[in-house]
C-alpha cells in the first residue's frame, strides 16, 4: 500500500484531472454494471437528482471495494464533473469543472483568504468541505498518487531535498516520463506500476483500456491547458495542493506528522476576531423584524454590566433561520458593528472533522479566545453542520464529541460575560434538540427572503454604488424578481453592470437589469444558435400567442416582456409581472395563468396547422396542468370533488383518482378553448406581434402596448 509520507518517494504522479477523466471513461464505457451505486447514490445524498438512466460504475470492479461506501456516492458524483453541469454551478463546484479552483473557494465572506491559502477549511462551505473531506480520507484506501510535481511549498522542497531527486522539480508542460510511456507504448516504469495496479485490483481488460485512455485524456487536456491558461493550472494546482495537504492531514495519525502540520497550517494557532466597525444594521436592508430583534442584543453588548444590574435576561445564544444568502451572516456581522465589539467567523464545517477531538479542540480555542476579548460576538455560520442530528453517520464519526463541546462551552459562562453566540441555519429542523434547550440556542430569528418592498431597497442599495441610468426603475425590478435573496439580487446587480461594461455603455440600464434577471432566472443568452428561418417564425407565434392571450384576459398579470432570443433551454419566453407578491390567488388568476400557458400551442396550431404543433409547448402544459391539479386536489375549487384536499392521491381509490383526472382534464381543456378563442378573433394583433418579434426579438412592455394599438415601433 502506497503512502503519501514523506519518507516514501512517489515514483507516479497522476494529476487528479487525470484521474477524473479516467473515471469518466470508465463511466461511459461500463454499461452494465451493478446499480449498487446508484441505490447508494439515492441513499445518501437525496438532494442530487441523479437520473437513472445515467450508466453506473461499479467502483468494486475497480477494485476499490474498500472505499467506505458512504463515500461512493459523493466521490463519483462529485468527481465526475459530467453527471450534470448547469445547474450544479452554486451547488457544488466539484461537478462543474476541476479547473474552477477559484469559485470553489468562494470566499464569500470576504475574509480569511490567508488560512484559505493554507489550508481551506475555514472559508469552504459545507457543501464543499463534505466531499473533500471524504474525498481526503478516502485517498488512504486509494492506489492514487497526488501530483507532487510544481507545488512552491516548503514542503515539496523538503522533500525534493530529502531525496535528492530533482527529476521531480519539472517545468510546466513537461511530459512526464510515465506518460510518454503511456502515450508511445514504451513499457517504462510507470506504465508496469499502473499495470501491476491495475492487474492487483483486477480491473477487467476492456475496462483497464479505458482507465488507461482517460488518463492519457486527462493528460492531454491537462497539456492544452497549460499552453491556454497557466492561469487556471495554478488555480488547479491550487486544489490539488490543498487536496494534498488535508490528504497528509488526514494520514498523518502519528504525533510527528500532526504536530508538524499544525505549525505549518497554523491550525491551531490563534483564532482572530475581526472588528466590525464598517458593518451596521444601515448595510443589512428589507429585514427589518430581525433587525428589530436584534437591537437589544446590541444594547447589550454595549453594555453588559448595566444590563444585567437593570435585571434583563439576555439570550446567550441566537439562531438565525432563513434560506442562503439571505444576510444571516451580514446581520451578525452588524451586531457586532453596531456594538462595536470583536467579531468571531466560524463556520460549523470548519468543526465537522473526521478526526478524534479536532472539532471539539477548535470549539475550545474559539471560546477561549472569545471570553478573553468579551464583549464579542461568536458567529457559527453553517449551524447545523456542527450541531446536526446525525451522530452515528460514518461521514461525521466525531460530531457528537463536537456538539457537546459546544454545549459544554456554552453552559460554561454566565449570562453577563457579554459573549453572544450567534448561529445561523437553513435547516433548524436539523437541529440537535440539546442545543435549541434554554441557555442555549433560546432566540431565534427568522430571516426571510425579501418581501417587494425589501427586494426594491436591496436593489436601490446595490444600485447606489454603480453608476445608473436615472431611468432605471429599481421597483419593477423587485417585482419581477419573486423569491430572490438579497445575495441574489447583488449578484444581479453585478451581472448587469457586467454586461453594460461589455457593451460600453457608461452607465448601467433597465435593459441591463433586465438581461441579468433573465440571465440568473433561465441561464444565458445563446446567440449563438443559428436557428432556422422556420423555426424562429414558429417561435414569434408561440410567444406571441401566450402574450395576446396575458394582454386581452382580465385576470392574466400585465406583460413585462417578449423575446424570441434563446435563453437557456427555451428559444423564447413572454415573461408577466405580477403587480405585488402575490399571497393568495383567485380563482380568476389561476384561470388567466393556465390560459396564458395555453396560448403558445394555440398560437402553433391556428397558424400553421394540426400537423405542424411543435414539442415546444410541453413545458407550458407542465405548468397549466400543475395549476389545475393544484386547484382540484389542494385549493377546493373543482364543484365535483368539493372543499376538501387530496394529498397523497397515490393513496385515493381508483374512482377518486380517476374524478380527479377527470376535473383535471375539463379545466385544460376549457382553458384551452379560451386561449382559442382569443387568438381567433385577434388574429390581426397576433401577426402585428409576431412580425414586430421577429424584427425586434426583444419587445418591453411599452412596446407589447403600441404594437397591439396598432401602431408601428420607432426603428432601433
Ligand atoms: N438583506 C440584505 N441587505 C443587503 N445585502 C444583502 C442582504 N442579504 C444578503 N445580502 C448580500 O449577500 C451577501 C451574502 O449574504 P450572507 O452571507 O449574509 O447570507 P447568509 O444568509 O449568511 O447565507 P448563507 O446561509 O449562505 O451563509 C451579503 O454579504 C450581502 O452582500
Ligand atoms: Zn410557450
Redesign the pocket.
Known amino acids: 500500500m502506497f503512502s503519501l509520507s514523506s519518507t516514501v518517494q512517489p515514483q507516479v504522479t497522476i494529476p487528479l484531472s487525470h484521474l477524473i477523466n479516467a473515471f469518466h471513461s470508465l463511466k461511459s464505457s461500463a454499461s452494465s454494471v451493478g446499480t449498487s451505486f446508484q441505490c447508494l447514490q439515492r441513499e445518501h445524498a437525496p438532494e442530487h437528482d441523479f437520473q437513472s438512466s445515467e450508466p453506473s460504475i461499479n467502483l468494486r470492479e475497480l477494485g476499490l471495494s474498500d472505499l467506505k461506501t458512504s463515500h461512493l456516492d459523493d466521490l463519483v458524483n462529485r468527481l465526475l464533473p459530467s453527471v450534470s453541469t448547469e445547474h450544479s454551478l452554486s451547488h457544488c463546484h466539484w461537478r462543474t469543472s476541476h479547473v474552477s479552483a477559484n469559485s470553489f473557494f468562494h470566499n ?3 475574509f480569511s483568504s490567508s488560512t484559505l491559502g493554507l489550508l481551506g477549511t475555514p472559508t469552504l ?1 459545507r457543501q464543499h468541505t463534505r466531499p473533500l473531506q471524504a474525498f481526503c480520507s478516502d485517498l488512504q484506501n486509494w492506489p492514487v498518487w497526488i501530483q507532487n510535481r510544481g507545488f512552491k511549498t516548503l514542503k515539496t522542497k523538503t522533500r525534493r531535498l530529502q531525496s535528492g531527486n530533482e527529476q521531480h522539480a519539472e517545468s510546466d508542460g513537461y511530459t512526464p516520463s510515465f506518460m510518454k510511456g503511456l502515450l508511445f507504448r514504451d513499457k517504462g516504469p510507470a506504465v508496469e506500476s499502473l499495470d501491476k495496479l491495475m492487474k492487483n485490483k483486477s480491473i477487467p481488460e476492456p475496462q483497464q483500456d479505458a482507465f488507461k485512455t482517460g488518463f492519457a485524456e486527462g493528460f492531454l487536456k491537462a497539456q492544452a491547458l497549460t499552453q491556454r491558461t497557466q492561469d487556471s493550472l495554478r488555480r488547479t494546482r491550487l486544489i490539488l495542493l490543498i487536496l494534498l495537504l488535508l490528504g497528509i492531514y488526514g494520514l498523518s495519525r502519528t504525533p510527528f506528522l500532526s504536530v508538524r502540520f499544525r505549525t505549518t497550517t497554523g491550525l491551531d494557532a490563534a483564532v482572530d476576531p475581526v472588528q466590525m466597525k464598517n458593518v451596521t444594521f444601515e ?5 427589518e423584524e430581525a433587525k428589530n430583534e436584534l437591537q437589544e442584543v446590541v444594547e447589550f453588548l454595549k453594555n453588559p454590566q448595566k444590563f444585567t444590574v437593570l435585571g434583563g435576561k439576555l439570550p446567550k445564544g441566537i439562531l438565525l433561520i ?10 451578525a456581522r452588524a451586531v457586532a458593528g453596531e456594538a462595536d465589539v470583536p467579531f468571531y467567523y466560524a463556520s460549523g464545517s470548519e468543526f465537522d472533522e473526521m478526526f478524534v477531538g479536532v472539532g471539539a479542540s477548535r470549539i475550545r480555542n474559539l471560546f477561549r479566545e472569545a471570553k478573553a476579548n468579551a464583549p464579542c460576538v461568536i458567529f457559527i ?2 449551524l447545523d453542520s456542527v450541531g446536526g442530528k446525525r451522530i452515528e453517520s460514518p461521514m461525521h464519526p466525531y460530531s457528537r464529541q463536537t456538539i457537546n463541546q459546544l454545549l459544554a462551552e456554552m453552559d460554561g459562562f454566565k449570562p453577563n460575560e457579554g459573549v453572544i453566540i450567534i448561529g ?1 441555519t ?1 435547516f433548524p429542523e436539523a437541529l440537535d434538540n440539546a442545543l435549541i434547550r434554554p441557555g442555549r440556542f433560546d432566540m431565534q430569528v427568522t ?1 426571510p427572503r ?1 418581501d417587494v418592498k ?1 427586494r426594491t431597497e ?1 436593489l436601490k ?2 444600485l447606489k454604488k454603480i453608476k445608473v441610468d436615472p431611468g432605471v426603475d429599481a421597483e419593477r425590478i423587485a417585482r419581477g424578481t419573486v423569491g430572490f ?3 441574489d439580487l ?1 449578484n444581479l446587480v453585478n451581472q448587469a453592470a457586467l454586461k453594460a461594461a461589455v457593451d460600453e455603455k457608461d452607465m448601467v440600464t433597465m435593459e441591463d437589469l433586465e438581461f441579468a434577471k433573465d440571465k440568473i432566472l433561465m441561464g444565458p443568452e445563446r446567440r449563438s444558435v443559428e436557428i432556422d428561418k422556420r423555426n424562429k417564425t414558429i417561435t414569434a407565434y408561440h410567444e406571441s400567442g401566450h402574450a395576446i392571450v396575458a394582454f386581452y384576459t382580465k385576470d392574466a398579470m400585465p406583460i413585462n416582456k417578449a423575446t424570441i432570443m434563446p435563453r437557456g433551454p427555451t428559444l423564447g419566453h413572454v415573461s408577466l409581472l405580477p403587480e405585488n407578491d402575490r399571497w393568495s390567488e383567485t380563482r380568476s388568476q389561476l384561470l388567466a395563468q393556465m390560459d396564458v400557458s395555453m396560448g403558445g400551442r394555440v398560437a402553433e396550431e391556428l397558424i400553421f396547422g394540426n400537423e405542424n404543433i411543435t414539442t415546444g409547448a410541453s413545458s407550458d402544459f407542465d405548468s397549466a396542468t400543475k395549476i389545475a391539479k393544484m386547484m382540484v386536489t389542494k385549493f377546493g375549487m373543482s364543484e365535483k370533488l368539493g372543499v376538501m384536499t387530496y394529498t397523497d392521491t397515490a393513496k385515493l381509490s381508483p374512482e377518486t383518482q380517476a374524478a380527479i383526472e377527470q376535473e383535471v382534464r375539463i379545466l385544460l381543456k376549457d382553458s384551452y378553448e379560451r386561449a382559442k378563442h382569443i387568438l381567433k378573433s385577434r388574429s390581426k394583433e397576433h401577426k402585428y406581434l409576431a412580425d414586430a418579434l421577429l424584427t425586434y426579438e426583444t419587445l418591453n412592455a411599452k412596446e407589447i402596448q403600441i404594437i397591439l394599438d396598432g401602431k408601428n415601433l420607432e426603428p432601433r
Open positions: 464569500k465572506h470576504g462551505c448595510h443589512v436592508k428589507g429585514a432563513g434560506p442562503p444568502g439571505t444576510g444571516k451572516t451580514l446581520l455560520d453553517e445561523a437553513n430571516v425579501p425589501g436591496i442599495w446595490y435573496s438579497g445575495a447583488e
